[in-house]
């Protein structure tokens, strides 16, 4: 990860450069893209300083070169010795061999090996389960780009995935939702499994000290989680209460579910509600599902009728009975995998609300969590000075969501701030959506190499989708050397306004747009200087829409809509659009081609002619 860094997945063969593997019981068979052998050779060959993999070795095998370390063997499937052979003398000057297996470890690789072991202690079989379900990565990384690393966050060590541009930390139950079953057994945590009546109790009486009534006895345990989850302490939820707890001591005895502390814990499940607000999925549905809820159903009925308020159907007050058990077990499992690290809360002088801030390392700024009375959580970065942070006071909001209660507010924000730090780089201003840290943009950028490292890439059916509908929106628009966004001295305020076409489109799509007094402000958008302002806020046009922008903005002056249309359409039908396809990195297909060729120069054909190739416009 380390060496491959963020790359996109259509020029490596696959994420990684892996183009499919077979997990078996002693090894690892993993098929490469035959170009990235040589890359693979720069990323794990040892040299002195920590780079590569220290303590790897290498033999000959009947399926291809084995990759040998301590006990466990990765094949490097149909690569033959001889090719082997050939890779590592074409590595570069002065990076040290990989050695064949046998050979024996010196010193400071020795030193070297054991300091990247203790390193990822803790996650090194996270690591490698999710190698071993690479393809996983696939809906994350399809037509974008592939990007695991690992942070630290109050000395834990976290995997996180940045493939669609947002931090996410991934522990395995989240990838895809799979069944818990279909992974292999994982390290328990460094502690035995924590007690989910200890844990539960422990949390709310403390996030909370006057939560609970003052004489709590043997079912404190369950009225903490009822508190904890948002219900009353009624006593059939109780009762519904201290099962769940039972269940979730079951499942966390279990070493096959010693997954469940990755990733912060399953508070990172509980952030999906309500529903898909945080994540993009509904929430996971926790191991124990079926057992929490196994049991007859005069008592599932009886438990849906608390939690609706009143008598219903019993076909609805039964689903409510076994919805409300799943919430109950969420929130136990959430509670109790709570990372022992944890930031200091402090409470507000004159107020309920639980504070913490820690100080960003290696840059200015603090992270802020909240944790209101009402169960109101935010987790936000301050004090980052930014300029383009001005209109926003110099801060940038992570996450601000409910949850059911205070102590459930309080395990969201922890679990939210793991990724918190790590969102400036990804993080765009709201009025032009550039990047708040802008990239290094290359010297000379293609379209092909822009659309290479872009986060987002405008194609040209997203383009036709709208075009029917801008044509009523933007009766008129200046050229690109008139200013893609202009200000007017006369207005009150000192903000600049959308001027050409291909402000208006970026507009649309939340693309970057440049500001009044740079160079890409007044040059056309497949000119050097454009491609280096997209570049440095990793977004792309596609050859085509490069093409109709280009030759629609390259009118001067103010120009009506039908007027720049024109001249966008004819660039495009006079193109090589075959040759235009070979700017793009990723496939394009025929069908495109003939869709680009038939666009209507007349744009009240725009709509007919979209939906009669694609459907109903956007």
Not at 53 to 78: E, Q
Not at 231 to 237: E, F, G, S
Not at 486 to 498: F, G, Q
Request: glycine letters at 8%; proline letters at 8%; one cysteine or more.
């Amino acid at each position: 990860m380390h060496a491959y860094g963020r790359h996109r997945s259509t020029l490596t063969g696959g994420p990684f450069g892996i183009r499919d593997l077979t997990p078996r019981t002693d090894d690892l068979v993993v098929r490469i893209a035959p170009s990235q052998l040589p890359r693979w050779i720069q990323a794990l060959a040892y040299r002195p300083g920590g780079q590569g993999v220290a303590g790897l070795r290498w033999a000959p095998h009947r399926s291809g070169t084995a990759l040998i370390l301590a006990d466990s063997t990765l094949v490097l499937d149909g690569v033959d010795e001889r090719t082997w052979r050939a890779a590592l003398a074409g590595r570069p000057a002065g990076q040290a061999s990989l050695t064949p297996h046998g050979v024996p470890v010196f010193a400071a690789e020795a030193e070297q090996s054991a300091a990247q072991a203790e390193d990822l202690a803790g996650i090194v079989d996270h690591l490698s389960s999710t190698l071993r379900r690479i393809r996983l990565a696939i809906p994350l990384v399809r037509n974008g780009h592939v990007h695991f690393f690992t942070a630290r966050r109050l000395g834990d060590l976290h995997l996180i995935e940045a493939c669609a541009a947002t931090p996410t930390v991934l522990p395995l139950w989240i990838s895809q939702a799979l069944p818990l079953a279909l992974w292999p057994t994982g390290r328990s945590p460094g502690h035995e499994p924590a007690d989910p009546h200890a844990a539960v109790l422990d949390l709310v009486t403390t996030v909370e000290p006057t939560a609970l009534p003052a004489h709590t006895t043997t079912d404190g345990p369950a009225l903490a989680l009822c508190h904890l989850a948002g219900n009353q302490d009624d006593p059939v939820l109780v009762q519904a209460a201290e099962h769940a707890l039972t269940v979730a001591a079951r499942i966390l005895s279990d070493p096959a579910h010693a997954g469940l502390y990755d990733g912060g814990g399953w508070a990172g499940s509980c952030r999906t509600y309500p529903e898909g607000t945080v994540h993009g999925a509904d929430p996971c549905i926790p191991p124990g599902a079926e057992e929490v809820t196994n049991l007859p159903d005069d008592e599932l009925i009886r438990i849906g009728t608390r939690t609706l308020g009143g008598p219903c159907e019993d076909s609805r007050s039964l689903q409510a009975g076994q919805e409300e058990l799943v919430h109950l077990l969420d929130w136990a499992l959430a509670a109790t995998t709570r990372p022992r690290s944890l930031p200091a809360w402090t409470r507000e002088r004159h107020g309920s609300a639980l504070c913490s801030a820690q100080s960003l390392s290696g840059r200015s700024g603090t992270l802020e969590l909240t944790a209101s009375s009402t169960g109101v959580y935010q987790v936000s970065l301050h004090d980052l000075r930014l300029s383009a942070l001005a209109p926003e006071n110099d801060a940038v909001e992570w996450e601000r969501e409910a949850a059911p209660s205070q102590s459930a507010a309080v395990l969201l924000a922890e679990h939210a701030a793991i990724e918190a730090p790590f969102c400036l780089p990804f993080q765009r201003e709201y009025r032009k959506q550039r990047l708040l840290l802008p990239t290094s943009a290359p010297a000379g950028p293609t379209v092909r190499t822009v659309i290479a490292s872009a986060d987002y890439v405008l194609g040209f059916t997203a383009l036709a989708g709208i075009l029917g509908q801008l044509r009523h929106r933007v009766e008129e628009a200046y050229g690109a050397a008139d200013g893609h966004w202009r200000s007017d001295p006369a207005a009150d305020e000192p903000y600049d306004y959308l001027a050409s076409l291909t402000a208006y489109i970026s507009d649309w799509f939340a693309l970057p747009s440049p500001h009044e007094g740079e160079e890409a402000n007044t040059a056309a958008v497949d000119s050097t200087a454009y491609l280096q302002h997209l570049a440095a806020h990793r977004a792309a046009f596609d050859p085509f829409v490069t093409r109709y922008l280009a030759a629609a903005d390259k009118l001067s002056g103010i120009r009506t809509f039908e007027e720049r249309h024109l001249a966008g359409t004819t660039a495009l039908r006079t193109a090589d659009v075959a040759a235009l396809a070979c700017q793009d990195v990723r496939p394009v297909r025929e069908p495109l081609l003939r869709l680009v060729r038939s666009i209507p120069q007349d744009p009240d054909h725009l709509s007919a002619w979209y939906e009669s190739h694609l459907g109903p416009m956007a």
